[in-house]
Each structure stands twice: as structure tokens, then as C-alpha cells.
């Protein structure tokens, strides 16, 4: 089975190290030591943990919203681009850089500005995985 150390988990979770740390630490995510003494998380127990914690992933908002999109990226708008009919918005969500290309009118219609929260939906037929 595949194990992942702190700091890769920490990557793969869009969290910093010490984050992933404390929550070792707190028992929400199972290590145990390799014979180096490092502590490391199964690869079953740390996917199982992103789908937990993804679940979460709307904040805490009372507010629900009902999509078929099933890909959601929660993250902060860190540019906005706006021409006489199309936009361009860019979110980074955790290590991810999503950008989307949409109407002026909805960019306008949503507010979005630079250092707003916003969620990318992604929903596609298509979707390539490369394997690491």
C-alpha cells in the first residue's frame, strides 16, 4: 500500500505541513512510522480523508446551492478580466489555479473582484489523470 509523509499529504490537501501536522496530531487523519521513525499516512486513509473533508468544503454557509456540478474548487478570485462582451476569471483554489472564461454580464451579475471568495464548478465530459 502507498504511503504519503506529512509534507506530501499536506501538498496533495492544499494545506501547509504544520496544518496537516496538527491534524495528525488531533486524530483526525491515522499515521504510523516507517522504520526511518517518519510518520506517514496510507494512501486509503489520506483519500478518504480529502472526500471527508472536500464534503465540507462549502464553509459552513447556511446558504445551499443546488448544482449537478459535482467538482467544486472553494478558493479567492485573484484577477479579473474584463473586455466589451467576455471575461476571464482566475481563482486559486488551494495549489490549484482554476481560470474560467464567461460573460461580462455574469462577472458583473456576481460582483467579482479580485480578493472575493468564489467557488469554480468544473463539469466535464472530458478528463484526463496522469499517474505520478
Known amino acids: 500500500m502507498h ?10 490537501l492544499g494545506v501547509s505541513p504544520d496544518t496537516a501536522r496538527r491534524w495528525a496530531d488531533g486524530g483526525r487523519i491515522a499515521t504510523h512510522r516507517d522504520e526511518a ?9 489520506l483519500a478518504a480523508f ?8 462549502n464553509g459552513g454557509d447556511d446558504e445551499v446551492s ?3 456540478a459535482r467538482n467544486a474548487f472553494p478558493g479567492i478570485v485573484t484577477a479579473v478580466k474584463v ?17 474560467s ?13 479580485v480578493g472575493m ?8 465530459t472530458n478528463v ?5
Open 50 to 57: 480529502a472526500v471527508e473533508s472536500g464534503q465540507g468544503a
Open 128 to 132: 484526463h489523470i496522469d499517474r505520478h
Open 3 to 12: 504511503s504519503y509523509t506529512i509534507g506530501q499529504a499536506a501538498r496533495l
Open 66 to 68: 443546488y448544482t449537478s
Open 117 to 124: 471568495e468564489a467557488t469554480a464548478r468544473v463539469k466535464s
Open 83 to 99: 473586455g466589451d462582451v467576455a471575461a476571464q476569471v482566475e481563482i486559486q483554489a488551494g495549489p490549484h489555479r482554476l481560470v
Open 101 to 113: 472564461l464567461l460573460t461580462r454580464e455574469a462577472v458583473e451579475e456576481l460582483g467579482l473582484e
Open 37 to 45: 521513525g517518519r510518520r506517514l499516512i496510507h494512501g486509503r486513509d
